[in-house]
């Protein structure tokens, strides 16, 4: 991958390549415990170490890579922990988000971009491609964050919205079908300005799926061993 298709001239190396890392992280094309060499990404990217190794510090911030002595940068694993306090914030932040979503479109918010999302997700459940699924339920709660209109709350998602997406390519296996149910009721009631309704909706939503997820990865970490301390991903 050249420059010139990461479309490094209209933004900085640096960022561009933390996007592209946490896109391969997030998808798991770079599973959980690989080595980032920044001789041979600098090659792919065809760009100097220095941009790649700045990158580096926004990726371990997000939780995405650990620095481990003499080893240098590696993707960090999963571990049940993980996922258990991921479900503890998003409980909270993303019934937050549902509510001003909904507050603003019951003001004349244009929620356009959110029946978009659920139309694409829906069409993506149609298809049964997982990593159109996946990519699909994660924009559906960007779009609701976004139309909550509170920029310090979408701030401080950044790296919450990172880890859920790569939860979601993790659990393919869960019933997707339970799930669009769920955000096409979540969506109406944003969409409709129903913000007790929506704030019900979401909680309920991200409680079901911790069930799911806490079970999920149990049984994943069983298939890993039990000497696994976390669930690595593909």
Do not use: W
Request: glycine share 8%.
């Amino acid at each position: 991958m050249s420059t010139t298709s990461l479309g490094l001239d209209d933004r900085s190396l640096a960022t561009k390549i933390y996007l592209e890392l946490r896109e391969r992280i997030i998808v798991g094309s770079l599973p959980a415990g690989t080595r980032i060499r920044e001789r041979e990404l600098a090659e792919e990217l065809d760009v100097s170490r220095i941009p790649v190794r700045e990158a580096l510090p926004r990726l371990e911030a997000e939780g995405f890579v650990r620095t481990i002595p003499r080893r240098g940068a590696v993707v960090t694993e999963l571990s049940l922990q993980d996922v258990r306090e991921l479900f503890e914030v998003r409980s909270s932040l993303e019934v937050l988000a549902a509510r001003l979503a909904a507050a603003a479109c019951a003001g004349g918010a244009d929620g356009g971009e959110l029946a978009d999302a659920l139309s694409r997700a829906e069409s993506a459940l149609t298809e049964g491609d997982d990593g159109a699924i996946a990519s699909a339920n994660s924009e559906l709660h960007e779009q609701i964050l976004r139309l909550s209109g509170n920029d310090l709350l979408q701030r401080l998602m950044v790296p919450v919205n990172g880890r859920v997406r790569r939860l979601f390519f993790l659990e393919s296996s869960r019933d997707q079908q339970v799930l669009c149910a769920e955000h096409r009721d979540l969506c109406r009631a944003v969409l409709g300005g129903q913000v007790e309704l929506a704030g019900s909706l979401a909680f309920a939503h991200v409680e079901h799926s911790k069930t799911e997820s806490l079970a999920l990865m149990a049984t994943l970490l069983e298939k890993s061993g039990p000497d696994s301390p976390a669930v690595t991903g593909s």
